[in-house]
């Protein structure tokens, strides 16, 4: 069955410490992967996308995110966390169709 | 800006009662639009596809005549809770496909709907 595990429920780090969001999947073909950012009450934003070629994609505000195969991965980061990235985090998977499986989110908090 | 919006971002309504959520592509076209029931601190589940001019696509465990989904026109679905009770209350997101992404995925989001009901 097609999955998305964020295995990280909470995650906490301090401003301008690096960050990393786990994201593992399970899929039977190669996925269009996606991270999308949450903040309170608001609908999703895009931070980026993987649909093929190189494995290392860059996003807006700073973060990226590497496509690993092997390890069926594609986890988030950011080398130094600014206090306005405390969100929720989901992680996404999808074919085509448009049909996504989404992650269970990871709520990051930022301390000052 | 966004590409995608909702209307209400709010709402209560009384227990029996129905309430209609707009989602709006602005500046493109959409046959097709997605709706995501998200419950507190959880993920985000496809409730229905919806597609303009035909009837919507709902998802297994959906109520179809609890959640009427209506795609009119290219810019506009709408999503009616009917006969609204508190285990309705949630967090509504609808999306758009990305035009200029191509065959890819993408989705605009819009910014979701919150429903409380009493």
């Known amino acids: 069955a097609q999955s998305v595990t964020q295995p990280d429920i909470h995650i906490t780090v301090s401003e301008g410490a690096s960050l990393e969001l786990r994201c593992n999947y399970s899929?039977?073909?190669?996925?269009?992967l996606f991270w999308y950012v949450q903040s309170p009450g608001q609908g999703l934003q895009l931070l980026l996308k993987?649909?093929?070629?190189?494995?290392l994609v860059q996003g807006i505000k700073g973060f990226e995110a590497e496509f690993k195969r092997s390890q069926s991965s594609f986890n988030l980061r950011k080398p130094s966390v600014h206090w306005s990235d405390a969100a929720e985090y989901f992680c996404?998977?999808?074919?085509?169709?448009?049909?996504?499986?989404f992650g269970t989110g990871t709520r990051l908090k930022v301390l000052a | 800006g966004a590409v995608v919006s909702q209307h209400p971002s709010r709402v209560i309504c009384k227990s029996g009662t129905s309430v209609k959520i707009e989602c709006r592509s602005l500046?493109?076209?959409?046959?097709?639009m997605f709706w995501y029931r998200q419950f507190p601190k959880q993920s985000l589940m496809l409730m229905a596809t919806?597609?303009?001019?035909?009837?919507?696509?709902?998802e297994q465990g959906v109520e179809k005549d609890k959640f009427l989904i209506n795609h009119a026109s290219l810019t506009l679905s709408t999503l009616t809770v009917t006969s609204a009770h508190p285990e309705d209350s949630s967090f509504y997101i609808c999306?758009?496909?990305?035009?200029?992404?191509?065959?890819?995925?993408?989705?605009?989001f819009g910014e979701g709907s919150r429903l409380t009901v009493l």
């Open positions: 999306s758009a496909p990305n035009p200029s992404a191509g065959n890819t995925g993408e989705l605009f």
């Open positions: 899929y039977g073909a190669t996925p269009y």
């Open positions: 993987y649909f093929s070629g190189d494995t």
């Open positions: 996404a998977v999808a074919s085509g169709t448009y049909k996504y499986i």
């Open positions: 500046d493109f076209q959409a046959t097709t």
């Open positions: 919806s597609n303009e001019g035909s009837k919507a696509t709902y």
